[in-house]
């Protein structure tokens, strides 16, 4: 551990130390699990090495997905997990597996494939988290591939009515969501009163599903109905990562104008580009039509006789 | 299923009791079936013979294209069409015949937890040793698929499949993994039902519920099934309990009814070995 590791997520938002699943699931683990890790909260994924969010970066390479991460800490020592017995660590794979096969696809359909929530809330954040040329490609991209990696999910059935399918999936969600909270029952967390990789995944899943602004909300109202679960997430909250916790307030109140100070250097590069990128529609339009015209003048042809404003736009080039 | 189906089960299946002609559908045995679409097949049949429900087996060429779901087995009971086993569940316990209503809250959640590890885990390992290894797939799985059609259409097919398995396989992450790291998968998966099970004879004590035919599905098959090779079934056999699982049910469940049903052809493919 010469080195320490480096997580490579997506910045957060709505009070979360990261907006995406994934990327939290990873962080909480390592945040459960004490692992020192040094933490690049990016809003452009090309930074990341290997053009994707998350990446945790090691001594022996890159880890992509976040249960190969939770494994990799372990090796290294850090395993929130050590406590369990041999059934809860069944228990644990079981339920990992219940998220991902019911909870997942509907968190896909609430962000990506839901067009209120789309349009109003997921498109505006990542077009306005992404700097500029890449905020005009990269939204689309993450669009097509959640699509895509939704329709893979269901198979055929996605070629049955929208209506039926949406229905069909959140109700899946929200049966899934429910089991959730009887596991969990009164208990602070999924296996007594110490978090464990479960916890970690859950957290992962259901904390931007509560914190997000969503328009379009079913399953979000399902989430706070179930106290013990909308606790748990601002447990986690709380003892895990309370700076974040605390922006919260802060920065629902600026949220009109947001983040000046991170965007910075974008904006100023930003404005630079912008006001370029002027000037050459401008001049390329005054060349085209002639108003303005470049003319060689050889030294022996240099006449004063010569337009005035083509003196003037040779100067200026 | 749908909603739609759903509310349509609960208000019209009801009142039906469970007909005499209700019927399976599921490829052919011998030639075309694959080891994931067995495993499906099978635990829906154990369920159905758990619950006592009679159905009769027919082997269909085009069993993938006739389900609502484009997965195999469906059921065809009276107006209904359902396919798969988690619709198949709800539509029995619309009639009646439930397996899990002795649970409890938890047991409930974790009996579903567990059924998703298995689909979630084992049928995505055999669908990737299927389909993405390419000694498997190039020996059975593909000669398999196309073997109802003819010349062109059944490479055509095979192929089109596996493509559409590898994008999904893509998709969900699997595609970086090696072999080895998918038997790992498996041994993992079966060490987690293996401790769920312990010494009880079923997952939830003394009764069958529907996560015993799902397990017994799968492992039944992939204990029985030759591939090119044994790697995938030794890992289950080091589960002794696990076997034993499968012998239980098999027991209990399918030999009895034996001599009832000789005419049944699904009794004969569990004596056999189901090739491939």
């Given at each position: 551990m010469a080195s320490p590791m480096e997580l490579f997520i997506w910045r957060g938002d709505w009070g979360l130390p990261s907006v995406h699943t994934d990327s939290l699931t990873a962080l909480a683990y390592a945040r459960f699990a004490g692992a020192p890790l040094k933490v690049h909260k990016l809003s452009n994924p090309w930074r990341s090495p290997s053009g994707t969010l998350p990446a945790l970066k090691t001594e022996q390479g890159l880890c992509l997905q976040p249960l190969q991460m939770l494994e990799y800490f372990k090796k290294q020592g850090y395993n929130a997990d050590y406590r369990l017995s041999v059934k809860e660590s069944a228990d644990t794979?079981?339920?990992?597996?219940?998220?991902?096969?019911?909870?997942?696809?509907a968190l896909i359909y609430t962000f990506w494939v839901d067009a209120k929530n789309y349009v109003s809330l997921t498109r505006p954040w990542f077009a306005n988290t992404i700097p500029f040329p890449l905020s005009l490609y990269l939204p689309n991209?993450?669009?097509?591939r959640h699509l895509e990696q939704l329709q893979l999910r269901l198979g055929s059935q996605a070629l049955n009515s929208e209506e039926e399918t949406e229905a069909q999936i959140?109700?899946?969600?929200s049966e899934c969501l429910t089991l959730l909270s009887q596991r969990l029952a009164s208990q602070s967390f999924f296996f007594g009163d110490s978090p464990s990789s479960l916890d970690a995944v859950v957290f992962g899943h259901l904390a931007p599903l509560l914190k997000a602004k969503l328009p379009n909300s079913k399953l979000q109202q399902h989430l706070q109905l179930l106290d013990n679960l909308?606790?748990?997430?601002?447990?986690?909250?709380s003892l895990y990562f309370p700076t974040e916790h605390t922006d919260t307030v802060s920065d629902t109140r600026r949220s009109a104008a947001p983040c000046e100070t991170d965007e910075d250097p974008h904006k100023r590069r930003n404005q630079v580009l912008s006001v370029l990128v002027g000037l050459v529609a401008m001049l390329g339009y005054a060349f085209l039509s002639g108003?303005?015209?470049?003319?060689?003048?050889s030294a022996r042809g240099a006449l004063p006789a010569a337009n005035r404003l083509t003196e003037e736009g040779d100067e200026e080039e | 299923m749908s909603i739609a189906h759903d509310v349509l089960f609960s208000q019209m299946a009801a009142a039906e009791p469970w007909p005499e002609n209700a019927m399976l559908y599921q490829p052919l045995k011998g030639e075309q079936i694959l080891l994931s679409d067995n495993a499906s097949c099978l635990a829906v049949q154990a369920f159905l013979r758990i619950c006592n429900l009679s159905v009769q087996v027919v082997h269909r060429a085009n069993a993938e294209y006739m389900s609502p779901s484009g997965k195999p087995p469906f059921i065809h009971v009276g107006n209904h069409v359902v396919s798969e086993l988690g619709p198949i569940v709800q539509f029995a316990k619309a009639k009646g015949h439930s397996l899990s209503e002795?649970?409890?809250?938890?047991?409930?959640?974790?009996?579903?937890?567990?059924?998703?590890?298995?689909?979630?885990?084992?049928?995505?390992?055999?669908l990737y040793i299927q389909w993405c290894d390419d000694s498997t797939s190039s020996k059975i799985t593909r000669s398999r698929y196309g073997s109802p059609y003819p010349w062109p259409l059944n490479h055509i097919l095979a192929y089109q499949k596996q493509w559409e398995i590898r994008r999904k396989m893509k998709a969900i992450g699997w595609a970086g993994k090696n072999l080895e790291q998918v038997y790992e998968d498996v041994?993992?998966?079966?060490?987690?039902?293996?401790?769920?099970?312990?010494?009880?004879?079923y997952f939830f004590n003394r009764q069958p519920t529907e996560l015993d035919a799902l397990v017994f599905g799968h492992l039944f098959t992939i204990l029985t099934t030759q591939l090119t090779n044994d790697a995938l079934s030794e890992k289950v056999k080091n589960y002794e309990n696990l076997v034993k699982f499968c012998r239980r049910v098999e027991q209990n469940y399918f030999e009895e009814l034996d001599h009832e049903s000789r005419l049944s052809p699904t009794s004969r493919s569990l004596r056999d070995t189901p090739p491939k």
């Open positions: 794979l079981a339920f990992i597996s219940l998220i991902n096969e019911k909870l997942l696809p991209r993450l669009h097509e959140l109700d899946e969600a909308c606790g748990f997430c601002n447990t986690v909250l108003i303005l015209s470049i003319k060689r003048v | 002795g649970l409890d809250e938890v047991q409930k959640a974790e009996m579903k937890a567990y059924m998703e590890l298995v689909n979630n885990m084992l049928l995505t390992a055999e041994d993992q998966c079966c060490q987690a039902l293996s401790q769920r099970l312990g010494n009880q004879s």
